[in-house]
């Protein structure tokens, strides 16, 4: 399939589920979806159309949280970067390690430094951080301060 | 249910001498279950480069990891150019290429021979590393360093390669062949290794698919993914030489990859030297414009992911990397169930991980202010002892 097809197909497919979709390059797509349609339009990429997932980056954007999917079709260079924004007070997407166990470990990443919760998830233990971590204190918000002695203080570590 | 025991191999690994830290629970000497923990590396990169200028970026991700040092930096630029579609010139584009496939050659010896070395097979240890010095001096000659080159900035390189220094260089590249042969008939022949790696953690085309693993670990098992043919960046596409790919996934044919791969970088680190166009080897880039980009990179273990994205300013507001062995150590789960205790080692060996490239991610330890004494850490580590004990005995 060339890469007018694919990106023709994604549109036919999901159109009420699209909500932006920017043609950046002749590499890079990027395709704003709901957060409810993730898991059916990430299957369609990843089993469907037989891409790679190459990871997915959650960024902490002032008003809203928004996390990047990234998938790669090696055979048409094509980097397509899903992207969904959750709002801040409802932090809840559907996990994509049940379909695939490559987003296992990023989610569980995503889930201790932005404090996203992935519904469906099967272990969702810290990752990076230490078991002694203090609850509801996640490193990659744009509010956290931590290398601030004073707020290490006030904490009482 | 037979009787199960915990085998923890870390939280320093005896052999690979990084952080990280295995629990094996095994009936008899068959591994039924394994659990990874990372995390005890963090630096928090991705946090640090917030804070930085786009100059100063490629120097703070250079230091991700100590082998493939020049991997970060160069996936990076490439983000930070595909902000703005930035084109760089085709003589730094060469020098660029010959800095990562010098880069492969000396990171899959270290890994061959550190391979032989978990085996117990020492010469193929003292072979590997000897070649890799003689690399290294490759290296010092074009660069001026064994490791961190330094080489990279966005919009091009950072030095010129001069053209005295080429015959030294061609000298020394050529010398190790012949070694290199032979090192490849001691691993390809030898019934040894046969016997200790053939058909031992195998990870099927299915499993490297499901897990999305990347480089050498994924091409052993028939995976015809490479970005550096898929995704044709700095000088790949303008040189020729062939993507190996092997298809039975276990220990054997990843050494066999990156045996063979050594050879591919050889060549074409060598059709570089002999076609390096003249000319600049900076576009001179005044600013970076707001957008977000992505640059990857194949490195000897598989695949770098830079994402970058600008408001406009001189930093940027996130940066998020992902090095390969993040995608390959979870395949543990695929390849070591089922097999013997003997062989655990060797198979977590052969993805090459590389833990300070995983644990990038978080901020500083909050703990780090507390100082433990050797009483404390004595009782802290039977603490755990006690609690590992009441939960699986």
Known sequence: MRREEVLKNIKGKFKGDIIELFDKSSKRVYIEIKPQSLVKVATYIFKDLKARFNIASGMDARLHI???????????????????????????????????????????????????????????????????????????????????????????? | MAKRTIVPIGPYHPLQEEPEFFTLTIEGEK???????????????????????????????????????????????????????????????????????GERIHSHLLWLGLAGHFLGYNTVYMWAWKLREEILDVMEILYGNRNNYAMFKPGGVRRDIKDEDIPDVLKKINSIIPTLEMLKKAVMDDPVLHARTKGVGILTKEEAINYSALGPTSRASGVTKDVRKDAPYAAYDKVAWDMIVTQNGDVFDKAVVRVLETFESINIMKQCIFNLPEGEVDANI????????????????????????????????????????????????????????????II??????????????AVRDTKGKKLYGGEELIRLSQEKTEKLRAKYV
């Not at chain 1, 049940?98 to 099967?122: Q, S």
């Not at chain 2, 990874?36 to 990169?45: D, L």
């Not at chain 2, 640090?48 to 020049?70: A, H, L, N, W």
């Open chain 1, 66 to 157: 928004e996390i990047l999917y990234h998938f790669t079709i090696e055979p048409i260079n094509l980097l397509i970067s899903l992207r969904v924004k959750l709002p801040k007070d409802k932090l809840e997407i559907d996990s994509l390690a049940p379909v695939f166990e490559a987003a296992n470990w990023i989610e569980r990443e995503m889930h201790e430094l932005l404090g996203i919760n992935f519904k469906g998830h099967p272990n969702l233990k810290k990752l990076l951080l230490p078991d002694e971590w203090p609850e509801g204190v996640y490193p990659l918000r744009a509010e956290y301060k931590e290398w601030d002695k004073n707020a290490i203080r006030d904490r009482g570590l």
């Open chain 2, 31 to 101: 591994v039924v279950d394994i659990d990874v923990q990372v995390g005890y590396n963090h630096r928090g990169i991705e946090k640090i480069s917030e804070m930085k200028t786009f100059d100063q970026i490629p120097f703070v991700v250079e230091r991700i990891c100590g082998i493939c040092s020049t991997s970060h930096p160069f996936a990076c630029v490439q983000a930070i150019e595909d902000i703005n579609d930035i084109e760089v010139p085709e003589r730094a584009k060469y020098i660029r290429t010959i800095v990562g496939e």
């Open chain 2, 348 to 361: 977590l060996a052969a993805i090459d991980p590389c833990y300070c490239c995983t644990e990038r991610m």
């Open chain 2, 286 to 345: 005044k600013s970076i414009s707001a957008g977000e980009g992505i640059g990857t990179h194949e490195a000897p273990r598989g695949e770098v992911f830079h994402y970058i994205r600008s408001d406009g300013t001189n930093t940027p507001i996130r940066h998020k990397v992902r090095a390969p062995t993040f995608m390959n150590l979870p395949t543990y789960k695929a390849t070591i169930i089922g097999e013997t205790i003997a062989d655990a080692s």
